[in-house]
């Protein structure tokens, strides 16, 4: 078992920054690709980013290329979400998830609880 911890949620405003902080414990982390998912009120879970297990590759969505910056600190077992000019849509709970696999999956095994989110305009 995995268990994931999110952190950093909060409102910001429209233009503004964020870093989510996922800290995972049980397992050896940096045997872990990681990902960040999000779920907006009233829509379905949507992929954000990946990353694997060494931190050497990484995989955005289209929404968020450019904004959006995943890191991770295997000797921390970390994994980080930089987000800058947030935008409204950016507003949901986002998760943190992990799988141990090589490469970067869109579908995992482990989430934590979630952190909200909000951008206001």
């Known amino acids: 078992q995995v268990q994931l911890v999110e952190s950093g949620g909060g409102l910001v405003q429209t233009g503004g920054s964020l870093r989510l902080s996922c800290a995972a414990s049980?397992?050896?982390?940096?045997?872990?690709?990681m990902g960040w998912f999000r779920q907006a009120p009233g829509k379905e879970r949507e992929f954000v980013v990946g990353?694997?297990?060494?931190?050497?590759?990484?995989y955005y969505a289209e929404s968020v290329k450019g904004r959006f910056t995943i890191s991770r600190d295997n000797a921390k077992s970390t994994v980080y979400l930089q987000m800058s000019s947030l935008k409204p849509e950016d507003t949901a709970v986002y998760y943190c998830?992990?799988?141990?696999?090589?490469?970067?999956?869109?579908?995992?095994?482990?989430w934590g609880q979630g952190t909200q989110v909000t951008v206001s305009s």
């Open positions: 998830a992990a799988k141990r696999v090589r490469g970067i999956p869109l579908e995992y095994d482990y």
């Open positions: 049980g397992r050896t982390f940096s045997n872990y690709a």
């Open positions: 990353i694997s297990w060494s931190g050497d590759s990484t």
